[in-house]
Each structure stands twice: as structure tokens, then as C-alpha cells.
């Protein structure tokens, strides 16, 4: 053995373990699928968590949404984090904090419990996922083999969302809905354990954490969440819906003063000073909005009014990924022929008219003309954009500052899910009681004594009477999602103007900064 070689085996930050880039390879991947499989996973058991804690509806989306807006308030600091502190160091750490929020989760026992615990998930998901893939490109030299790297990372991203769905169901129908919780610990446990064995510490670069940016970023948005889901329930004269859409302004207003002022700031403005870019941002922004509201709506409904098992619900989303693939492979095959922009277009376009198709559900709905038939338009429009944004957004962009530019395009998707998701909810709890005040003399007019006395008590319509008011609302949330989607096109229209020579050089780099599917 050279000199060389011991000192690099005495070095702290040397794997124990050198020369397995293939058991690296898995270690990373392993996160990023837990990671992405965490936005998934739970969707299928919401409805249980729903009974077994006792959410309302408007209340329910907040299982989301916790952890979609730490994550995506905190993951350019997590990041930055894993530049300044070492990147195998700050992994760790994310995935020992994920790993911790998946046990609380488990054993919730209230509905605070749980969402303090999606909260924390959200956290150690924003450390751990961008130093995940930032150590691809410390692992493996440039070249072929960091190619691969990152497509196997790309395909994990993109395979995590229909894997979920499918665990999310097996694991709530055999087992119980705490272990889409559970399921986390034993692989985050191995995670900590193989990644000093496998994987080498980065070198450290000196730099600032820009935490009042990240602090006022992400309590504003949760406060203008909060002040819309709040407003479904209490209505918009109540004082805390307008203490809480108050703050907001403040907080955001704070934020951006503080990103202008800040040397190393979390979320650089120059980024949107470039009308491309500034328009990728908001058309991910807007159809994550919608993406976000479809699959929270569809979920409830095809296990409470077509009464589908959890299994069955996992199945029934499998199409859509199938088109979402479909969409993603097309684009990439024919972006260096026609350019970004009418793929942008069309799959806004054809997202719109699967939302729209969806404002048609009922409660006398079926599968696969009322549901499977919009959702597939939907899923095959918004795979058309994927790609195609992911590339828009770090077209033009200093090679230093691609990172920067392709995670504010994932800090949109997430944050633009949480704020979408709240107006559609308060777009349905109002529809939903306007409905329900007409449904309910209709009840009382043939329900039996010990029907009206359970209603008297609980104060929900049961059988037919309670999904035709689900139903209601849903399709009402769903004209909503198309304004969403319609943003999306008018902004790819009128705000788009990136050519075709602009992504010449970028081929290559939609594998390695895509959004999560």
C-alpha cells in the first residue's frame, strides 16, 4: 500500500470502505426514493388517518402540506448546508431527522402529533435530498459513470411516486396506515449506517446560512396556507383568517427585503430576472397547485364514494404515472426539434382539459369514464412539461449556478402543491356546505330515528346523502385547479420566448436536476 493511499484511509472523511461505487450508488438512491416516495406514500392512507384521528376534510390537507412546505421552504438551505458543513456529514443528519419524524409519525396518537412529525419529515427531507444528489458528483468522476449515476437517480425520482402509491396501499389495507410511517425507520437506520462506510465526506466550503431567509420564507407561506384553509371552515371575516393572511404579507414582504440585502442569500433574485426562467417558475408553480388538489380529491373520492380498497386506490393512479412517463419520454425525444415552448403549451393545455373533464364528477361517477379518462389527459400533459421545464429552468444559467436554478424549479413544485392544495380545499369546504345545508333536510325527511340521533352527534350525512356532498365539493375544487392550469398556459404563451439553440448544450441535465414526479 502507497503513502498515498494510507493517508487517504487515515483521512476522517474517508469512506471505510472504498471502491463500492455501486453500494454508494444505492445508499443515495435509497434516500432519494424514500425521500419522494414520502409525498406519495400517504396519499392512499389519508382517508384512514382521517378515521382514525379524527381530521375534517378542510383540516386533512395539512398531512400534505406540513411536509411539502418545510420541505420545499428549506431545501435550498439544505443545500447551501451541505456545501459549508460537508455533504456525507449533512446527509446523515437529514436522513437520522426523517428517519426520527417517521417513528412520531407512527405513533401519533392526535392530529398535532402527526402533523408536528410531517413537519420534521420535511426537514430531514430538505437536508438530506439535495446533498443527495450534490454527492453523485463528489462519488463518481465526470464522465460515463457519473452519467449513469445520475440516471439511476432520475428513474428512483421518477419511480418513487408509482411505488408509493402501490406500498401506500398494501401497507394500510394488510397492515395498519401508521406503518407508511414505519416503513421509513429500518431503511433510514441502514441509510446512516452505510453511508460512512461508503461514501466519502466532501470538502467544506466556507460560506453563510442565510436562515432568516429561509425562516421568513417558509412561516409566511404557512401562514397564507393556513389563513385559506382556515377561511374554508370560519369563513374571511374571521380574526384569525385575517391575523393569519397579515402575516403572510409580512413575513414575505420580510423576505424578500432580507434576499435583497443578504450576501449569500437562500433564493438569489437574479435568478428571476430572466423571463424564461421567471415563467418556468410559475407554470411549475401553478400546475403543481393543481397536481397537488387532484391527487389529494381523487384519493378521497374513489375510497369514499366508489368505496375502493387502499390497494385498489394505489392501482387506480398507476395509469397516471404510466402517462406522466409517456409525456416525459416524448418531450425529451423531440425538445432539440421543436423546442421547449410547445411542449409548454400543449401540456398545459391538455392538464386544463383533464381538470376541466374532472368539474363533471358525481357522486354516480364511475372509474373509468369519470375518473381514469381525465386523469390520464392530466397525467400526459403534465409529463410533456416535466422535462421540458427542468431544462428551461437552467437554460442560460452559469454552470455555478445551475443547482440554485434547478432547485428554486423544485422548491416551486412543492411550495406552489401547499399553496394550491389550501385554495382548493377552501374552494370545497365552501362548496361542501352550501351542499350539505341542501342535502340535509332531504336526509331528515327519511332517515330513521337512530339515524337522526348518529347525525345529531356527529353531524355527517351518511351513505348517499354524505357523497353527494363530497362530490359536490370536489368538482367545484376542480374549476379552481382549471384557473391553476389556465395560469400555466397563458404564462407558457405569452411569457415563454427560450430557443431552441438556447438547450443545445443542455441535453444531458434533465436526468440530473428534475422535479419529483
Not at 500500500?1 to 469512506?15: E, V
Not at 445551475?402 to 416551486?412: E, I, Q, Y
Request: proline share 4%; net charge positive.
Amino acid at each position: 500500500m502507497t503513502t498515498s493511499q494510507l493517508d487517504a484511509r487515515s483521512s476522517p472523511g474517508t469512506a471505510r470502505r472504498q471502491g463500492r461505487p455501486g453500494i454508494a450508488l444505492a445508499v443515495i438512491a435509497a434516500c432519494q426514493l424514500m425521500v419522494v416516495l414520502d409525498s406519495t406514500i400517504v396519499n392512499i392512507a389519508l382517508p384512514h388517518i382521517q378515521g382514525a384521528l379524527r381530521f375534517s376534510t378542510t383540516d386533512l390537507s395539512w398531512v400534505l402540506s406540513a411536509y411539502t412546505l418545510t420541505f420545499g421552504g428549506l431545501l435550498l438551505l439544505g443545500g447551501r448546508a451541505g456545501d459549508i458543513l460537508g455533504r456525507r456529514r449533512v446527509f446523515m443528519a437529514g436522513i437520522l431527522i426523517f428517519t426520527l419524524a417517521s417513528l412520531l409519525g407512527g405513533f401519533a396518537q392526535e392530529p398535532w402529533q402527526l402533523l408536528a412529525a410531517r413537519a420534521l419529515q420535511g426537514i430531514g427531507g430538505a437536508i438530506a435530498s439535495p446533498t443527495a444528489l450534490a454527492l453523485i458528483t463528489t462519488t463518481f468522476p465526470e464522465g460515463p459513470e457519473r452519467n449513469r449515476a445520475f440516471g439511476v437517480f432520475a428513474a428512483v425520482s421518477a419511480g418513487g411516486g408509482a411505488i408509493g402509491l402501490l406500498a401506500g396501499g398494501m401497507l394500510t389495507e394488510w397492515l395498519d396506515w401508521r406503518w407508511v410511517f414505519f416503513v421509513n425507520v429500518p431503511i433510514g437506520v441502514l441509510i446512516a449506517v452505510l453511508a460512512p462506510m461508503y461514501i466519502n465526506e466532501s470538502a467544506r466550503h466556507p460560506g453563510r446560512f442565510d436562515i432568516s431567509g429561509a425562516l421568513t420564507s417558509t412561516l409566511g407561506m404557512a401562514s397564507l396556507v393556513y389563513g385559506f384553509i382556515r377561511a374554508s371552515e370560519e369563513g374571511w371575516r374571521d380574526s384569525l383568517t385575517l391575523a393569519s393572511f397579515g402575516a403572510a404579507v409580512i413575513l414575505l414582504a420580510l423576505f424578500v427585503l432580507v434576499e435583497m440585502k443578504a450576501k449569500e442569500p437562500i433564493t438569489p433574485l437574479r435568478m428571476f430576472a430572466d423571463r424564461n426562467r421567471s415563467g418556468t417558475y410559475v407554470i411549475m408553480l401553478s400546475l403543481a397547485a393543481a397536481m397537488f388538489g387532484m391527487f389529494f380529491f381523487i384519493v378521497l373520492f374513489v375510497q369514499n364514494v366508489l368505496a375502493y380498497s387502499p390497494i385498489e386506490s394505489g392501482l387506480a393512479f398507476l395509469p397516471v404515472t404510466v402517462a406522466i412517463i409517456m409525456g416525459a419520454g416524448l418531450s425529451q425525444r423531440f425538445l432539440p426539434v421543436l423546442g421547449p415552448k410547445p411542449f409548454m403549451v400543449t401540456g398545459s393545455a391538455l392538464a386544463g382539459i383533464g381538470l376541466f373533464w374532472l368539474t363533471f364528477i358525481s357522486s354516480g361517477s364511475s372509474y373509468p369514464a369519470g375518473v381514469l379518462g381525465p386523469m390520464l389527459v392530466f397525467g400526459f400533459g403534465m409529463g410533456l412539461n416535466f422535462v421540458t421545464l427542468t431544462l428551461t429552468a437552467v437554460s442560460g444559467v452559469a454552470q455555478h449556478e445551475a443547482g440554485a436554478a434547478s432547485s428554486l424549479l423544485n422548491a416551486s413544485q412543492q411550495v406552489g402543491g401547499s399553496l394550491g392544495l389550501s385554495i382548493l380545499v377552501t374552494v370545497f369546504g365552501t362548496a361542501s356546505r352550501s351542499e350539505a345545508e341542501k342535502q340535509v333536510p332531504k336526509f331528515l325527511a327519511q332517515a330513521s330515528p337512530e339515524q337522526k340521533a348518529q347525525f345529531a352527534k356527529t353531524r355527517e350525512l351518511p351513505g348517499s346523502w354524505g357523497h353527494a356532498v363530497l362530490a359536490e365539493g370536489i368538482s367545484t375544487a376542480f374549476l379552481a385547479a382549471v384557473a391553476m392550469a389556465g395560469l400555466a398556459l397563458l404564462t407558457a404563451l405569452l411569457i415563454i420566448r427560450v430557443r431552441k439553440s438556447d438547450l443545445d448544450a443542455l441535453s444531458g441535465k434533465a436526468a440530473a436536476g428534475g422535479p419529483a414526479a
